[in-house]
Antibody, heavy 120, light 107 residues
Framework: EVQLVESGGGLVQPGRSLRLSCAAS????????MHWVRQAPGKGLEWVSG????????GYADSVKGRFTISRDNAKNSLYLQMNSLRAEDTALYYC?????????????WGQGTLVTVSS | DIQMTQSPSSLSASVGDRVTITCQAS??????LNWYQQKPGKAPKLLIY???NLETGVPSRFSGSGSGTDFTFTISSLQPEDIATYYC?????????FGGGTKVEIK
């Protein structure tokens, strides 16, 4: 059974940093691309970043480019999102998602999310 | 970036009704279009990929069609458990943008 468990969320002041983690199990992690998607309270889905199976292809939403960094450790079956220079508008539930393929295409399975609140 | 315009933003229908949601891309995306369901308080779930392929385990009352810039998602007979927000998502180009969502309620 595919399991994705996000962690690392919390309350953080504007301008500070936070690192999210996603622990994956139940599938061959290094066969698939992975994503981070966020959802602000009461709002729709916003794709944040994605990474191919071997980290050879990485993409970011314009809203986070230059501030957020996605990475993965295939030996640890883990996905990460380093978030720097956080802003109030980054407040959201952050989901980790597994792709259907090795490159960025379809978000086939989602974790339950970790909440990030940016506030002074 | 490709923009995805979804309509309507909300709808109310009776149990057993046929429900249709449309999604329009700002440029040709071939069939690189997925549909997701998000029930209240839950993570999204993939229903349809590549515009018309039903994900394993998804009931056959759900279907999708279209190619190029215009796509349609249909629930053939609305059930109470279908109350959710539905999103389209393109993956022809990065970033893989979502539509704004359609909230489906029971009348």
């Amino acid at each position: 059974e595919v399991q994705l468990v996000e962690s690392g969320g919390g309350l953080v002041q504007p301008g500070r940093s936070l690192r999210l983690s996603c622990a994956a199990s139940g599938f061959t992690f290094d066969d698939y691309a992975m994503h981070w998607v966020r959802q602000a309270p009461g709002k729709g889905l916003e794709w944040v970043s994605g990474i191919s199976w071997n980290s050879g292809s990485i993409g970011y939403a314009d809203s986070v480019k230059g501030r957020f960094t996605i990475s993965r450790d295939n030996a640890k079956n883990s996905l990460y999102l380093q978030m720097n220079s956080l802003r109030a508008e980054d407040t959201a539930l952050y989901y980790c998602a597994k792709d259907l393929a090795a490159t960025v295409t379809t978000l086939a399975y989602w974790g339950q999310g970790t909440l990030v609140t940016v506030s002074s | 970036d490709i923009q995805m315009t979804q309509s309507p933003s909300s709808l109310s229908a009776s149990v057993g009704d046929r429900v249709t949601i449309t999604c329009q891309a700002s440029q040709d995306i071939s069939n690189y279009l997925n549909w997701y369901q998000q029930k209240p308080g839950k993570a999204p779930k993939l229903l349809i990929y590549d515009a018309s392929n039903l994900e394993t385990g998804v009931p056959s009352r759900f279907s999708g069609s279209g190619s190029g810039t215009d796509f349609t998602f249909t629930i053939s007979s609305l059930q109470p458990e279908d109350i959710a927000t539905y999103y389209c998502q393109q993956y022809d180009n990065l970033p893989p943008a979502f539509g704004g969502g359609t909230k489906v309620e029971i009348k």
